[in-house]
């Protein structure tokens, strides 16, 4: 049997492709060498492996690496404006959390998240943050004034963004509650994690 080269090459392309998902990655040069070309002979001319820049995979995101969440932090740079849910998000961090280390205020976020997705509590981070009873911050359905150009602001807004894009782990899990440390509540739930001076439940 014999076997052109044009289906030679496309096997080979398959198998460096099928080989480069299994590692995690897809490069886009090898993307582009897919495309047929009117010779067939592009396949091989245009076929090139590119190596993928270090990245985290992280729930359902990619996420570049970095040495540490304050690396993250720091990297982030202030939008001109917010949407709705990454201001509430980022409001209940500010509130919530601003005095906390970094990874007690992407705890705080990753709560709110959990209760949106959860089927327990309202559906959005707004909802979640705006929920009656829930946040002490919260008063008459509204949040207190924020200072939008202080450094923890400018943090929470950071933190928020992460937490929304999946680009760094937190320690807290699926955690749906939490407490301050100074506090003992008779919760009937699991202690996940202390973090900072909060303490995390599911």
Not at 55 to 71: D, E, K, Q, V
Not at 80 to 106: H, K, M, V, W
Not at 169 to 198: C, T, Y
């Given at each position: 049997?014999?076997?052109?080269?044009?289906?030679?090459?496309?096997?080979?392309?398959?198998?460096?492709?099928?080989?480069?998902?299994?590692?995690?990655?897809?490069?886009?040069?090898?993307?582009?060498?897919?495309?047929?070309?009117?010779?067939?002979?592009?396949?091989?001319?245009?076929?090139?492996?590119?190596?993928?820049?270090?990245?985290?995979?992280?729930?359902?995101?990619?996420?570049?690496?970095?040495?540490?969440?304050?690396?993250?932090?720091?990297?982030?740079?202030?939008?001109?404006?917010?949407?709705?849910?990454?201001?509430?998000?980022?409001?209940?961090?500010?509130?919530?959390?601003?005095?906390?280390?970094?990874?007690?205020?992407?705890?705080?976020?990753?709560?709110?998240?959990?209760?949106?997705?959860?089927?327990?509590?309202?559906?959005?981070?707004?909802?979640?943050?705006?929920?009656?009873?829930?946040?002490?911050?919260?008063?008459?359905?509204?949040?207190?004034?924020?200072?939008?150009?202080?450094?923890?602001?400018?943090?929470?807004?950071?933190?928020?963004?992460?937490?929304l894009g999946g680009q760094w782990a937190s320690s807290v899990g699926k955690a749906l509650f939490f407490h301050a440390s100074r506090i003992a509540p008779r919760w009937?739930?699991?202690?996940?994690?202390?973090?900072?001076?909060?303490?995390?439940?599911?």
């Amino acid at each position: 049997m014999t076997f052109s080269f044009q289906f030679v090459a496309r096997a080979m392309l398959f198998a460096c492709a099928f080989a480069a998902s299994l590692a995690g990655f897809s490069s886009p040069a090898m993307a582009e060498a897919a495309a047929p070309e009117a010779n067939g002979f592009g396949i091989m001319q245009r076929l090139q492996i590119v190596a993928p820049s270090p990245r985290i995979f992280l729930g359902n995101a990619f996420a570049p690496t970095a040495a540490s969440l304050a690396t993250l932090v720091a990297s982030h740079v202030m939008p001109a404006a917010l949407d709705a849910e990454t201001e509430c998000l980022a409001g209940a961090i500010y509130f919530e959390s601003r005095g906390e280390p970094l990874d007690g205020q992407l705890a705080v976020a990753e709560v709110i998240r959990n209760r949106a997705a959860s089927g327990r509590f309202p559906a959005s981070l707004c909802g979640v943050v705006f929920q009656p009873s829930q946040f002490s911050f919260v008063r008459g359905g509204a949040m207190p004034p924020i200072r939008r150009e202080s450094d923890q602001w400018r943090r929470a807004v950071a933190v928020a963004q992460i937490a929304l894009g999946g680009q760094w782990a937190s320690s807290v899990g699926k955690a749906l509650f939490f407490h301050a440390s100074r506090i003992a509540p008779r919760w009937r739930l699991q202690r996940l994690a202390r973090v900072g001076n909060h303490i995390f439940y599911r």
